[in-house]
């Protein structure tokens, strides 16, 4: 498997996210995703680059999140419990170190997908927010097997654009900008999850990223038949009435952040069996972005659901999530 870079070609939100995901990484990123596919041998169909580390840059304190795209969990894993484990409650995950030149190993969290939960999860039916939200941001693709494999990693991240906007427009109202549709977006698709990011994340994430999602959602409002519509003389957008209602979409979006953080902890326990070193990283992670430290010992090591139950009562009540 080797790292690709190719051009979308067109006005298409699918060619938009095709130019965005080409876009080239640095030496590190694509060291250490190249690691992450090889793990995985030719069950391998590709990487997926996002989070702070493409927002931010990779310092010393950071660890590159990848999905990894596989053809199957069986072939993936060589063993039944494993992949049973990633289908009923998608993803596992894994703590990697890729020796990299002089700056000692680099580090990566990473997710396994199969191309067709990839694919299924990012569509509109899909209730929970968790894999649509992240592959609504920028992403990049800096390892893919073939043009095959490619296209339907980009097809996936178009598709998690409209997924997006379907469910938050009702929300909004009948006329917005680009600035309240993402503020709105992320408020409610971090409210889905036990985060341990302080509050106000989201915006952030906007303001560091304001040419991609601006862009992004001209393209939503391009297409034919598509929910919203943009005045090209204001650049106010505009909801159309296929919309559902409001009240149903706050319900909804309540109804997801309930579900979001019992899930959120379901894969907090399921680590305990599948995620290699998710203690020190859970740590390491509430740390980073909270401000509030924990010392594990050994003991704690040794049982980490045990652990994970014991300490989260006192994290709640120190704020570490929200």
């Known amino acids: 498997m080797t790292a690709t870079v190719t051009t979308g070609e067109g006005d298409s939100l699918e060619a938009f996210r095709a130019v965005d995901a080409a876009q080239p990484v640095s030496a590190a990123a694509t060291a250490?995703?190249?690691?992450?596919?090889?793990?995985?041998?030719?069950?391998?169909?590709?990487?997926?680059?996002?989070?702070?580390?493409l927002?931010?840059?990779?310092?010393?304190?950071?660890?590159?999140?990848?999905?990894?795209?596989?053809?199957?969990?069986?072939h993936a894993y060589g063993k039944p419990m494993p992949a049973v484990a990633n289908a009923v409650l998608p993803?596992?995950?894994?703590?990697?170190?890729?020796?990299f030149e002089d700056d000692g190993p680099l580090r990566a969290k990473v997710a396994v997908l199969s191309s067709a939960q990839l694919r299924a999860l990012s569509r509109p039916r899909t209730f929970n927010p968790t894999l649509w939200a992240r592959l609504a941001q920028p992403v990049r693709v800096p390892v893919a097997a073939d043009t095959a494999a490619r296209e339907a990693v980009i097809q996936a991240l178009a598709d998690a654009l409209r997924t997006l906007a379907q469910a938050v427009l009702?929300?909004?109202?009948?006329?917005?900008?680009?600035?309240?549709?993402?503020?709105?977006?992320f408020a409610q698709t971090y409210r889905s999850e036990l985060r341990a990011e302080r509050a106000g994340r989201g915006g952030n994430i906007y303001e560091t990223e304001t040419d991609f999602f601006d862009t992004a959602l001209q393209h939503l409002a391009a297409e034919p038949g598509g929910p919203l519509s943009r005045d090209p003389e204001s650049g106010l957008y505009r909801r159309r009435e296929a919309v559902a209602p409001r009240w149903r979409a706050v319900l909804v979006w309540r109804l997801r952040h309930i579900q979001g953080k019992t899930l959120t902890l379901l894969r907090l326990v399921k680590a305990g069996f599948t995620f290699e070193g998710g203690a020190d990283y859970l740590a390491w992670k509430i740390a980073r972005h909270s401000g509030v430290s924990i010392t594990l010992t050994p003991w704690q090591r040794r049982h980490p659901i045990l652990t994970g139950f014991l300490l989260f009562g006192r994290l709640w009540r120190r704020r570490a999530f929200r």
């Open 32 to 53: 250490a995703a190249t690691a992450a596919a090889a793990r995985f041998g030719d069950a391998a169909r590709a990487v997926i680059f996002y989070g702070s580390c």
């Open 170 to 185: 009702p929300l909004l109202p009948e006329t917005f900008t680009a600035a309240q549709f993402w503020h709105i977006a």
């Open 91 to 99: 993803p596992n995950v894994f703590y990697m170190e890729t020796p």
């Open 55 to 74: 927002r931010d840059g990779h310092g010393d304190d950071a660890m590159f999140d990848f999905y990894v795209i596989v053809d199957s969990y069986r």
